[in-house]
Every structure is written in structure tokens, then in C-alpha cells.
């Protein structure tokens, strides 16, 4: 048998309510050079005779459904299992935006040399495209959507697989540590792939990945571009919200996170603020960024910025 162009990878558990208009965005495609490989954590629901129901019409569908250790360990396994060059992940109440998609997509990666190829998504029902092209310091704030990704399968033999001790930003920091390696060509296509579902996990604070890559990674940028960018507002205010946010509330555990990388002063100003107020106030919106604009202000007064 040929091997496909595309290998769709679609993780799920208890999927039973989105996965059939999942897997039916996919089969009428009109590119049909392409597998679909669903990786079941053992769903107690009807996810299971749903997609057994679509596999027995088409043979491209490959179903495996055994317990595993979250998202990114059963993205893990279907990387194993693709036959397919490219590969790409859709989450099971993800949707390809149009039938027209993977025919647009294809003619992308047959020409192209980059390993790395993406585009954008939809939120929902939201009219607003995400996010155009990247950049490495692009990246550090944002992350690009899986489901806009077409990975070459030799990025995984470069870069390895997804990190599983990060329970929901594991593909984050992959996207991050393929934009800084040399051999991972990148190319943006300006083009719609897919609409995103809004019960993802990704949206909730993967605090041992923000304490221990993306902290460490902001370092290494800001003594890069320069300790004067955290001058400006907006970036000190994302500083402010990822000490927060990863939990951090003293000096020690800074340092700790830190490493070997030097912590500017206004950043050890920022964690003995937050220690001085409940973490539970810092959840506030209001009292958090009033707090944030004090330290600011003060630290602009003392010459620390």
C-alpha cells in the first residue's frame, strides 16, 4: 500500500458528542491521500462505537483505544502508528474548516521545502482568524494552534517527541524548540485549516511547563533583546502575569526555576510584591494589574527599569 501524504492524529476520551462531525469534516475531503489514526484513551461513552461505526466505511480510519498518560502520550503513540509523511493533530471536537482544505494544504507540501508548515484557525464560532505568521519571540507569548500544523515526520526524529510531564503545553514548548533549531525549515501558508473547539485543556495554566521551560526561556530572551524591553508596559504586565500564573511567591523558588540564568531586577521586585498579598487576590483581574501598575511605577522611580 502507498504510504499517504497526510497522517491525521486525533486524540480522545469520552469524545462521543463531537467526534462523529470530527471525522465526517475529514472523509470528505477532496484530497484523499491522507489516514486517520484516533488515539482512544479507553472512553467509556460512545466514542468508541462511533468510530468504529466510520471505520468500518472506510479503511483510511485507524482506531486504537487503550488507557494512556494524557493527550500528549497518546499523540505520542500515533506518531508511531502514521504511515503518513506529514503529520497532523486535530483535537476530537476539532474540525476541518471546509472539504476544500486538505487540497489546498497538499499543493503547500509537495512544493515546499520547509519541514514546518502551518496556518490558521477559527475559535468556535468566532469569525477571527489565529494568528498569522510567527516568530520565535512571537512564539514566547503566544502559541501557534496544532490544528493550523503540518509537521514533516522528520521533525520528530530531530526534535523528539511531546514532553508529557507538561499536562496541557506540551506542543507549545515542541513549537518553540522547532523554531530555534536550524535544521527545522519554517513556511507559513495564509490559509484557513481548521475551527477550533472551545472544551480543549489547553487553555488552563500548565504551571510546571511555565516554571520550567517558558520562564527560563523568556531569560534567555530578555538578555538577548535587551533588559530595557521590559520597560514597556505591556511586556512588564506579561511578566507580571507569568510569575503569577506559574505560581512562584518567593525569591527561592525563583532562583530555583531560574537555573543558571541571571534574574533582572525588576522580576525579583515582582515576585516579593505578589508575596505580599494572597494568591487569591492576585486571581482578581483589577487588584492584580492595580498591583502591577504600583510596582511598575515603582521600580521606573527607584531606576530599576
Known amino acids: 500500500m502507498q504510504s499517504p501524504l497526510i497522517s491525521v492524529i486525533i486524540p480522545s476520551f469520552n469524545a462521543a458528542k463531537s467526534i462523529r462531525q470530527t471525522l465526517l469534516s475529514l472523509l470528505k475531503q477532496q484530497f484523499t491521500a491522507f489516514e486517520v489514526i484516533i488515539m482512544d484513551g479507553a472512553s467509556n461513552d460512545q466514542t468508541v462505537p462511533i468510530v468504529q461505526e466510520l471505520a468500518g466505511r472506510d479503511p483510511r480510519v485507524r482506531f486504537f483505544s487503550e488507557k494512556d498518560k494524557g493527550i500528549y502520550d497518546a ?95 506540551a506542543d507549545w514548548a515542541f513549537n518553540i524548540n522547532c523554531f530555534k533549531h536550524r535544521e527545522i525549515a519554517i513556511e507559513y501558508a495564509n490559509l484557513l485549516v481548521a475551527r477550533f473547539g472551545m472544551e480543549g485543556a489547553s487553555s488552563r495554566h500548565d504551571v510546571i511547563f511555565l516554571r520550567g521551560f517558558l520562564l527560563p526561556e523568556w531569560l534567555r530572551h530578555i538578555y538577548h533583546a535587551g533588559i ?69 511605577l515603582f521600580n521606573r522611580f527607584t531606576g530599576k527599569l
Open 228 to 296: 530595557r524591553t521590559i520597560r514597556n508596559v505591556k511586556v512588564y504586565d506579561e511578566w507580571w502575569r507569568l510569575i503569577r500564573n506559574a505560581g512562584i511567591r518567593n525569591h527561592q523558588q525563583l532562583l530555583q526555576f531560574a537555573g543558571e540564568l541571571q534574574v533582572p531586577a525588576p522580576v525579583l521586585s515582582m515576585v516579593a510584591w505578589q508575596s505580599m498579598v494572597a494568591a487569591s487576590w492576585l486571581k482578581a483581574g483589577m487588584i492584580s494589574k492595580g498591583l502591577m501598575l504600583l510596582n511598575y
Open 75 to 169: 499523540m505520542n503513540k500515533g506518531i508511531q502508528a502514521a504511515r503518513g509523511e506529514w503529520l497532523y493533530f486535530l483535537g476530537a471536537d476539532d474540525e476541518l474548516l471546509d472539504a476544500s482544505v486538505f487540497q489546498q494544504i497538499s499543493q503547500v507540501l509537495q512544493k515546499t521545502g520547509a519541514l514546518f508548515v502551518y496556518g490558521n484557525v477559527l475559535f468556535g464560532a468566532a469569525k477571527h482568524w489565529y494568528d498569522g505568521p510567527f516568530d520565535y519571540e512571537k512564539l514566547l507569548h503566544a502559541n501557534i494552534s496544532h490544528q493550523a500544523i503540518f509537521y514533516h515526520r522528520k521533525v520528530f526524529s530531530i526534535v523528539g517527541g511531546f514532553d508529557i510531564q507538561y499536562r496541557t503545553h
